[in-house]
């Protein structure tokens, strides 16, 4: 019985190490997987993040492609640093045919916070009869660019004539 009793310890004990190595297995094999699945996650993660920037990227191209028209269209109302001597000449040429004369007093940039767009104030004046003063007034007030009139003074000369001091403020497209 002694001998019987030996083999069983000794299953006993070979069975348990099978086990205990079955344990470390099964745990090493769980650390692997747990790993593993921690990898598949920050992966998928960052796939959903592409994704979505590439969505993003066709969203927004999608809109400048839907769009181009209409910033044409825009693109007339805001001068450019070419056309803005276009624009005071202009105004000159619509001021010599009312019969005002014109003076160009100062131009001054204006700090701005975006890059895409520059704004310009123009100091003018203009001199004349009353009655083409008022036409240049309006004329003034009607520009077809994003512009806007900061400040005016009208006054009577003692000749009679009829003075505008302004500032225009314009917004100029970067090119």
């Not at 745990?27 to 993660?45: I, N, W």
């Not at 066709?58 to 056309?83: H, I, N, P, Q």
């Not at 006054?155 to 001091?165: Q, Y």
Request: aromatic residues 8%; negative net charge.
């Amino acid at each position: 019985m002694n001998i019987t009793l030996d083999k069983t310890k000794f299953a006993l004990l070979l069975s348990l190490s099978f086990m205990g190595g079955a344990a470390l297995v099964v745990l090493g094999l769980a650390y692997v997987v747990e790993t593993d699945a921690e990898l598949l996650r920050t992966q998928s993660k960052e796939l959903a993040f592409q994704k979505a920037q590439a969505e993003e990227q066709f969203e927004t191209t999608r809109l400048l492609e839907s769009t181009t028209e209409e910033r044409a269209r825009l693109r007339d109302f805001v001068l450019t640093e070419s056309t803005i001597i276009d624009f005071i000449s202009s105004i000159e040429t619509l001021a010599e045919s009312l019969n005002l004369s014109f003076d160009t007093e100062n131009i001054t940039p204006v700090e701005t916070k975006h890059q895409t767009f520059n704004d310009l104030t123009i100091d003018v004046s203009f001199r004349g009869q009353r009655e083409n003063v008022q036409l240049m007034l309006r004329a003034l007030e009607s520009l077809p660019y994003h512009s806007w009139v900061n400040d005016m003074i009208l006054r009577e000369e003692i000749t009679g004539e009829w003075t505008i001091s302004t500032s225009i403020h314009i917004t100029i497209l970067e090119s």
